[in-house]
C-alpha cells in the first residue's frame, strides 16, 4: 500500500514539473513575442531559440499571419483566444493522429480584432505515453522484493535462535525424561512388589539414574554459563603442561600417549580447558582399540592439540553431527548406554569461547579430533602477552606418559 500511494505521488509530481517547465517555457517565448507584436516588430519567420519551437502568430479571423519555421504551413495551433480580461492561457491541444502540443495562447491587446500569439512544442514522451508509469512501476516491485526478502532474512535470523531453543527444551526433556522414568519404575515397582524387590537392587539402580541426571543437569548449566558473561579474568595456560595433568587423572583403561612440544601457551579458563581436553579424552579412549595419542603443537600463531584413537573412525557424513547437542552415533551408544550426549557441544562452545576451533580431521585410523587456540600474545588472545623465549623452546616433541590398560599408572 505505501508503494503504490508513493509510486502515484511520484508520478503525479514528475508529471506536474515537466508540464510546469514546459508551459512556463512557452509562455516566456509567447509573453517575448506578444510584445513584439504590439510594437510591430515581429520578424518573418520567427526566429527560436529555446525548445519552444512552434510559434505563431494568428489573426482574429484564424489565419496564421507568420510562424516560426517549424510551424510553417501547419494550420493554426489552437483556435482558443483567450479573452480580454484573461489574456494568457495554457492548453494542451490533441489532433487526430494522437499528436499533442503543449503551448500558451497570449492575447496581444484588449481589442477585439487583437491577433494571438501561439507558443509551444510537442508534447515529452514522458507525458504522452505511459513509459513513466512503467518504470515507476518497475521500482516499484524491485523495492518490495527487496523489503520482503530482508524482511524474510531478518525475521528468520531473528527467530533462528527460538527455534534452535525450542529444539533444545524438547531434546532435553527427551533425555530427562528417560532417566526419570527408569527411576520412577524402580521405585513403584518396590512399593507394589515388596517382597519380590531387592532394595540394596532397587537403590543401586535410583542412584544410577540419579547420576545420569546429575550429569546432565551439570552439562546444562555449563552450556548457559558459556552463553552468559565471563566475569573470571583469563589465565595463562601452558597446555602441554595441562594436557600431562588431564592424562595423569586417568583411570585404568585404554592407554594414552602424549607427545607435547613445549611451553605452547594460551590464554583462558583452566577449568574450561581441562574440561575440553577431558572429554577429549574420554571420547578417545571409548572408541579406541589399543591406543589413544595426544600431540600438543604449535603453528601459525594458533595452540593445536590433536587427540586421535585407532577406533573405527567417524565418518564424514557425522563429523558436525557429532558436535550438536544430545547427538550420539549407535557406536557411542554401543560402547557406552550412559553419558549426556552433550561433552562434544560443550566442548566445541569452550573452544568458541576462547576464540578457537575444534573440528574432526581426516585421519589413517580412527577418528583426529584437533582443538585450535590463540597462542598468548597473538591477535585473537583477548590481549594477553607472549612470555616464551625463543631459545627456551624446546623443538624436538617428547614423550611424556604413557598409560597401559591394566595399571593406574605407568612410566614414561
Known amino acids: 500500500m505505501a ?53 505563431q502568430l494568428v489573426d482574429a479571423r484564424g489565419r496564421v499571419v507568420d510562424s516560426s519555421p517549424q510551424a510553417a504551413g501547419m494550420r493554426p495551433l489552437s483556435t482558443l483566444r483567450p479573452p480580454a480580461d484573461d489574456r494568457l492561457q495554457e492548453r494542451t491541444e490533441c489532433s487526430a493522429q494522437d499528436r499533442c502540443v503543449m503551448l500558451m495562447a497570449n492575447r496581444v491587446s484588449p481589442a477585439p480584432d487583437s491577433p494571438v500569439v501561439y507558443a509551444g512544442t510537442a508534447q515529452p514522451s514522458l507525458l504522452a505515453t ?14 518490495l522484493v527487496s523489503v520482503a526478502w530482508m524482511t524474510w532474512w531478518g525475521v528468520g535470523r531473528t527467530l533462528r535462535p527460538v527455534e534452535r531453543e525450542r529444539q533444545f527444551a524438547s531434546t532435553t526433556s527427551h533425555e530427562l525424561r528417560t532417566p526419570i522414568a527408569g527411576l520412577r519404575a524402580r521405585l513403584e515397582e518396590a512399593l507394589l512388589y515388596p517382597d519380590d524387590v531387592d532394595p540394596r537392587d532397587t537403590i543401586q539402580g535410583a542412584l544410577r539414574a540419579t547420576g545420569r541426571l546429575e550429569e546432565i543437569v551439570d552439562d546444562l548449566l555449563l552450556l548457559t554459563r558459556l552463553r552468559g558473561a565471563d566475569a573470571a579474568p583469563p589465565e595463562l595456560i601452558e597446555l602441554g603442561a595441562l594436557v600431562t595433568e588431564e ?4 583411570g585404568p583403561g585404554v592407554p594414552v600417549r602424549v607427545r607435547a612440544v613445549g611451553d ?13 581436553i577431558g572429554n577429549l ?17 604449535s603453528a601459525g600463531g594458533q595452540a593445536l592439540v590433536a587427540v586421535t584413537d585407532d577406533g ?7 563429523r558436525e553431527r557429532v558436535f550438536e547437542r544430545f547427538v550420539r552415533l ?32 581426516d585421519s589413517p585410523v580412527g577418528a583426529r579430533f584437533v582443538l585450535t587456540l590463540p597462542l598468548a600474545g597473538t591477535g585473537g588472545s583477548r590481549g594477553g602477552v607472549d612470555r616464551r623465549a625463543p631459545g627456551n623452546r624446546r623443538q624436538a616433541q617428547e614423550e611424556h606418559l604413557t598409560w597401559a590398560p591394566t595399571a593406574r599408572r605407568a612410566g614414561p
Open 3 to 55: 508503494l503504490v500511494v508513493g509510486g502515484v505521488g511520484l508520478d503525479l509530481a514528475i508529471r506536474y514539473r515537466i508540464q510546469n517547465e514546459v508551459f512556463f517555457s512557452a509562455e516566456q517565448v509567447a509573453a517575448r513575442w506578444s510584445a513584439a507584436a504590439r510594437n510591430g516588430a515581429v520578424p518573418a519567420p520567427i526566429p527560436t531559440f529555446t525548445d519552444i519551437t512552434l510559434v
Open 330 to 361: 549407535d557406536e557411542a551408544r554401543r560402547r557406552d548406554a550412559g553419558g549426556s550426549g552433550l561433552g562434544l557441544a560443550i566442548s566445541r562452545d569452550i573452544a568458541h569461547a576462547h576464540k578457537g576451533t575444534l573440528r574432526i580431521e
Open 281 to 297: 579424552l574420554s571420547n578417545g579412549r571409548r572408541h579406541a582399540a589399543g591406543a589413544v595419542t595426544v600431540t600438543v603443537d
Open 312 to 318: 573405527a573412525g567417524v565418518p564424514p557424513a557425522d
Open 130 to 143: 505511459h513509459n513513466l508509469e512503467y518504470v515507476i512501476a518497475a521500482g516499484g516491485v524491485l523495492i
Open 247 to 250: 592424562v595423569s587423572a586417568l
Open 264 to 276: 605452547v601457551r594460551v590464554r583462558g579458563s583452566r577449568i574450561q580447558l581441562a574440561r575440553v
